[in-house]
């Protein structure tokens, strides 16, 4: 015989127990959490290596470092850097919060890192999933982790338009996208894809990073335009999109990912630095968080979501 839900499943119309009725209680708590996250990044872009990781967790920890609350989550769910990148080689355990959800690890006071791979046994494990169960994984990542209150979340999607952007798009309506890409002509054709992919799913698009954009030389400290610089700004123009900064091939950038010691970390002064925090300025300038109202954590705790229930819409 069909029961009631009552009030705490998110939608009265379903069978208590049923996949719908599961699904309505997770969309609840999805809403829950995105409602205390002022502004989510989603960082992508259509080729690999062209260092969106490199990226996500520089800006994460830039952002962090100005005292923002930061959240950086990994949906590159079939390689996985992100935790790599910030030597955080922990495993993902400790108790629940007391509303059941899971504790985000912390790179440091300001910044809660989630990726999958801090809660696997077995990190060199390939992991073998189909579409269903990535959805699944990533929406778990929002629902169930305890973001708590954040200015910015930065997502490391992985190369592409596959699953996992489709995911963040469908899932995190007000999610920008941050769209890399280096200077060569091969890399900028697909962000072509990638611009297209946004406009398709309705995602705004914050801006494009031209990533490796000239070297600086680690003799004598100038810059050589080892590939045409200036083509990921031509694009942006092109789309009419904001141009956020490029960031120079640093050999630096490099051993900074492999030691697990992000760049921004070390707070050395340099050119390399001098991009990052010009890049960072103009995130900041495009998502301001600083002296904004307090993000609406009251929740309805109805399929309403953040910011109350609408009796018009409800029966809860
Ligand atoms: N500006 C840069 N200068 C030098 N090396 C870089 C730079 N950006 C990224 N890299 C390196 O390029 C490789 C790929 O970067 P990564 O961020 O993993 O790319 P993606 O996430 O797009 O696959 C890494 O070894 C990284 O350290
Ligand atoms: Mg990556
Ligand atoms: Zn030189």
Excluded at 278 to 302: F, N, Y
Aim: with cysteine; hydrophobic share 35%.
């Amino acid at each position: 015989m069909e029961k009631s839900c009552g009030s705490s499943c998110g939608s009265k119309k379903q069978t208590c127990g049923s996949a719908d009725a599961a699904v309505a209680q997770q969309n609840v708590a999805i809403d829950q959490s995105l409602g205390r996250i002022r502004h989510k990044i989603l960082v992508m872009s259509g080729k690999g290596g062209v260092g969106k990781s490199t990226v996500s967790v520089n800006v994460a920890i830039g952002l962090a470092k100005k005292g923002y609350k930061v959240g950086l989550m990994d949906v590159d769910l079939h390689g996985p850097d992100i935790v790599r990148m910030l030597n955080m080689h922990g495993r993902m355990e400790g108790e629940l919060t007391k509303d059941g959800k899971m504790p985000p690890m912390r790179y440091n006071e300001n910044l809660k890192v989630m990726s999958l791979e801090s809660m696997m046994e077995n990190r060199d494990e390939p992991i073998i999933w189909r579409g269903p169960l990535k959805n699944q994984a990533i929406r778990q990542f929002i629902a169930d982790v305890a973001w708590g209150d954040l200015d910015y979340l930065v997502i490391d999607a992985p190369p592409g338009t596959g699953d996992e952007p489709m995911t963040v798009a469908h899932t995190i309506k007000d999610a920008k996208a941050l769209v890399v890409t280096t200077p060569q002509q091969v890399a900028l054709a697909d962000v072509r894809k990638s611009i297209n992919f946004c406009k398709h799913v309705k995602m705004a698009i914050l801006g494009l990073v031209e990533n490796m954009s000239g070297f600086i030389c680690p003799h004598c400290n100038k810059t050589v335009e080892i590939f045409k610089t200036g083509g990921g700004e031509q694009l942006a123009r092109e789309f009419g999109l904001k141009f956020l900064g490029r960031i120079p091939v640093d050999p630096k950038v490099v051993t900074a990912g492999d030691d697990g010691t992000p760049y921004l970390s070390s707070g050395a002064a340099s050119q390399t630095t001098a991009a990052f925090e010009a890049m960072l300025a103009r995130v900041e300038e495009e998502l301001p968080a600083k002296g904004s109202i307090p993000l609406a954590t009251v929740s309805s705790g109805c399929a309403c979501g953040p910011g109350g229930c609408d009796p018009q819409k409800c029966n809860c």
